[in-house]
């Protein structure tokens, strides 16, 4: 009887692994060691109307921004494309960003390496390449130069052909920080911008994604797709919440 609750246990933790317990509760975190080690066989496909022109507009645009309440999928449909354009050959890199900015409450100085410090702010981008790739596949990529994730800091002065870029997030960047992430594409490079307008953590009136997608979508080259409340894919009540509050 106690072998099959084992066993039982097993499984919830097999299907859902983010609750699985860490091994080492004492050892430094590592945001790629905490990934599976096998990587989907089956293809993903959208699971509501947004999503499906959301992954037709990346296949068709060089950039599209995605516009969307949290759980509607956007991140993760936009990783799922550029590792699918990194695996085809159809980019030599993929390079994943996103702001540095803490959600309401101040973490204060964190230890360690600047890498280190990082890691928590871009840990949403390791889970999904995670979830995509496995973490041995993905420690590879990264070891040698394939996948990049870095803070929008540091993405000034930059040209970036040839590759798969993802800005996360950007509702958390100024105006002038997307006019200088826009310009950092270069040839045979794809971009998608992912945000929601409505949830932004800087000050009032500080975040320039609204005013971006709305002077963006005047060029027909340019993908602006908007998520709504119905292309929530996380728990029920999240869509219902979005509609309250």
């Known amino acids: 009887m106690a072998k ?3 066993r039982a246990a097993a499984k919830v933790i097999d299907a859902f692994p983010e609750h699985r317990p860490d091994p080492d509760p004492g050892a430094g975190w590592d945001p790629i060691d905490g990934c599976r080690d096998q990587s989907y066989v ?3 496909r959208p699971q509501s109307e947004g999503q499906r ?3 037709e507009a990346i296949d068709r645009h060089t950039l599209t921004v995605a ?4 759980g509607t999928g956007k991140t993760y449909l936009a990783v799922t494309a550029a590792v699918e354009a990194l ?6 890199r993929i390079l994943l960003s996103r702001p540095a900015i803490e959600a309401g409450e101040s973490l204060g100085y964190l230890p360690g390496t600047m890498e280190e410090k990082l890691q928590p702010y871009l840990r949403p981008l390791y889970d999904a390449l995670g979830d995509r790739l496995g973490g041995k596949r993905l420690k590879s990529l990264m070891a040698d130069g394939s996948i990049e994730i870095a803070p929008i800091a540091y993405m000034r002065g930059r040209t970036l052909n040839n590759s798969f870029i993802v800005i996360d997030e950007a509702q958390n960047c100024t105006y002038g920080q997307i006019k200088m992430l826009l310009t950092r594409l270069g040839w045979h490079s794809t971009m998608v911008i992912t945000g929601d307008p409505d949830q932004s953590d800087l000050l009032p009136g500080l975040s ?3 005013e971006a997608a709305r002077r963006l979508a005047a060029l027909d080259a340019v993908a602006l797709v908007r998520l709504g409340k119905e292309d929530v894919v996380r728990h029920p009540l999240v869509g219902a919440m979005l509609s309250v509050l």
């Open 4 to 6: 099959r609750s084992v």
């Open 42 to 44: 089956r293809r993903v």
């Open 53 to 55: 022109r959301l992954m």
């Open 67 to 70: 516009l969307g309440p949290a």
């Open 87 to 92: 695996e085809a050959g159809a980019v030599g």
């Open 208 to 210: 320039g994604l609204a």
